[in-house]
Antibody
Framework: EVQLVESGGGLVTPGGSLRLSCVAS????????MNWVRQAPGKGLEWVSG????????YFSDAMKGRITISRDDAKNSLYLQMNDLRADDTAVYYC??????????????WGQGTLVTVSS | QSALTQPPSVSGAPGQTVTISCTGS?????????VHWYQQGPGTAPKLLIY???KRPSGVPDRISGSRSGTSASLAITGLQADDEADYYC??????????FGTGTKVSVL
């Protein structure tokens, strides 16, 4: 079955940076758009960013626009999220998720186990 | 990017049916974008439950069903079981082609 494994989370001070990684396996990574979704402690799901299969199109949520960069390396079956100027309210579990689509919208058919980012002094 | 609105919690006895609503607007569900549903157990990652309003991925039982009408959607769980206790989220698109999630509903089995 499809596998997504995130890493790179940890404790960072406010204003700091962190780079998350997601390694994919058991599917042809280069053919799929990918996303990052986060979940603050005790809160709901929030989409953060997405990148198309070619890397040509990139999308960001308003909450993190200007502070994050999403990228992918198809040779390494990997997805990345570079986060800068982190704030306390960025504290969350960050999930990597694969995209699939119907004719009218897309959804997230496989998710990783998540990596916890804690922003605190 | 406002979230879709769901009831915070619903509950039912084993064997009963519970329904979770998901209310959007003319810029998301009402614009014709499909609705999808996820189940999240305690301490686990979300799992796709329904896609394309009413389609079940392989392995999801047919006592789980979804529907969409106008600016809202709903998820029904019939024959409620103990392992249905989880958080449930709807998801659609908005006009910026961004993913938008529901506020989440906790299902409790009495």
């Amino acid at each position: 079955e499809v596998q997504l494994v995130e890493s790179g989370g940890g404790l960072v001070t406010p204003g700091g940076s962190l780079r998350l990684s997601c390694v994919a396996s058991r599917f042809t990574f280069s053919l799929y758009s990918m996303n990052w979704v986060r979940q603050a402690p005790g809160k709901g799901l929030e989409w953060v960013s997405g990148i198309t299969s070619s890397g040509e199109h990139i999308y960001f949520s308003d909450a993190m626009k200007g502070r994050i960069t999403i990228s992918r390396d198809d040779a390494k079956n990997s997805l990345y999220l570079q986060m800068n100027d982190l704030r306390a309210d960025d504290t969350a579990v960050y999930y990597c998720a694969r995209t699939d689509c119907t004719t009218s919208s897309c959804y997230l058919d496989y998710w990783g186990q998540g990596t916890l980012v804690t922003v605190s002094s | 990017q406002s979230a879709l609105t769901q009831p915070p919690s619903v509950s039912g006895a084993p064997g009963q049916t519970v329904t979770i609503s998901c209310t959007g607007s003319s810029s998301n569900i009402g614009a014709g974008y499909d609705v999808h549903w996820y189940q999240q157990g305690p301490g686990t990652a979300p799992k796709l439950l329904i896609y394309g309003n009413n389609k079940r991925p392989s392995g999801v039982p047919d006592r789980i069903s979804g529907s969409r009408s106008g600016t809202s959607a709903s998820l029904a769980i019939t024959g409620l079981q103990a392992d249905d206790e989880a958080d449930y989220y709807c998801q659609s698109y908005d006009d910026s082609l961004n993913y938008i999630f529901g506020t989440g509903t906790k299902v409790s089995v009495l």
